[in-house]
């Protein structure tokens, strides 16, 4: 009789023993599942972080066309080579007074290849960098319509105040980038701008201004920021 009571209480002992290691073994299961869960996601959202968002392509040229009531070019983030200067203008439009409207001169006969930058007037203020904010004033004339077929001197909202705007090719045509920067606040330019690559290329914006269409404006720069 004893010696199966001891029998019977060693039994007991080892399957209590066992039911304890089944039961860690468990927990240690558990434990790597959980943790296994964690690392995924955060595997996962740190692939969201690093390779999510807008989805947008640098690299893609994108064209957005202006109001009629705003000479803001068709936006592009295509990189162009920029020569250092541009050619003066062959026929320049008469320099007039700064601040008050100008008359445009569609220059006779077919329009230049390459881009043309002139002061008619030159500012003693600051000069303009890629990447500020400027406020002009503007005149634009096309080379289909041989006439002027915007202006903000004449256009309601932006009559008084000027039209505000970033000088960055996320804002205008390149043509304006590349031929406003480096004009003085109090002087006026004006820029004779092929379609390509610095006008609006192959598209219409607006009215007066066709596909492939050159492009002809005077810009009075009143103030930088």
């Known amino acids: 009789m004893a010696t199966s009571k001891r029998e019977r209480q060693k039994a007991a002992r080892r399957e209590k023993l066992e039911r304890q290691q089944r039961a860690e073994r468990r927990r240690r299961t558990v434990r790597r599942g959980v943790i296994g869960v964690i690392v995924a996601a955060l595997v996962i959202g740190t692939g969201f972080v690093l390779f999510g968002g807008s989805g947008k392509n640098p690299t893609t040229t994108t064209t957005a066309a202006p109001t009629t009531t ?5 936006v592009t983030t295509t990189t162009i080579a920029v020569p250092t200067s541009f050619p003066k203008v062959v026929d320049p439009s008469p320099a007039g007074t700064f601040g008050k409207e100008p008359t445009v001169v569609v220059p006779p006969g077919k329009p230049p290849t390459t881009m043309e930058v002139s002061d008619l007037i030159t500012g ?5 960098k890629i990447g500020d904010t400027l406020t002009v004033q503007y005149v634009l004339a096309t080379y289909s319509a041989r006439k002027v077929v915007q202006a903000s001197w004449t256009t309601p909202s932006i009559a008084k105040t000027g039209f505000s705007f970033t000088l960055s090719t996320a804002s205008v045509i390149p043509g304006w980038v590349y031929g406003v920067a480096g004009m003085r606040v109090g002087g006026r330019r004006e820029l004779i701008i092929p379609p390509s690559p610095y006008g609006y290329r192959n598209t219409s914006p607006g009215p007066g201004i066709a596909k492939n269409d050159t492009l002809v404006f005077i810009v009075d720069l009143l103030k930088i920021g």
């Open 70 to 74: 705003t000479s803001s070019p068709a």
């Open 124 to 128: 003693t203020g600051p000069a303009a």
